[in-house]
């Protein structure tokens, strides 16, 4: 069965740029803090060799130092160095991604303005044709009052007329 990589240590590989064997171990002196080669295999699970390999390398990259003594012993520095390199990280994705916010915001603010100023200029004709509509209307209702007035005038006309006609007719 294939091991997996961890999370905590694909963290660690990426901040520290460690492969896995070296993530191992510096999580355990995270953990831990200060060790020896035997205590160090055995958290680990891997020869004294192998781990001795590992922390020459994690040396060589300043994450621990050796304690002189009878039997070395090596301690762990704070990961400030895979902090700042998340943080440069980071921030290199923040400048990266606000540029384009930037540039999508600017977008957006201009086609509102051009939506704006078409939907003004709609609004604006549809206006207008109200307007010379009503003007229009004004126009026909006037026209019409004028014949109405006069088709009310003859039929007042007619109707005194009507009972004279009417009278002629039959009497």
Known sequence: ??????????????????????????????????????????????????????LKGLLNLKLISLLPGAIPRYKVFPPYQGLFAQVSRFQVEFEKHSGELIKTTERFVNDLKNNIQTQIKEIREFIRKKVED?????????????????YMKELGDLSTKFPDTLSKMYL
């Open 1 to 54: 069965m294939e091991k997996s990589v961890t999370i905590p240590n694909q963290i660690l590989m990426s901040s520290f740029s460690l492969n896995e064997a070296q993530a191992e171990i510096y999580k355990i002196f995270l953990i831990k803090g200060i060790l020896t080669v035997g205590e160090i295999s055995l958290l680990s699970e891997k020869s004294q060799e192998e781990c001795s390999q590992i």
């Open 134 to 150: 009503s003007k229009s209307f004004e126009k026909d209702k006037d026209s019409y009052v004028n014949e109405l007035s006069k």
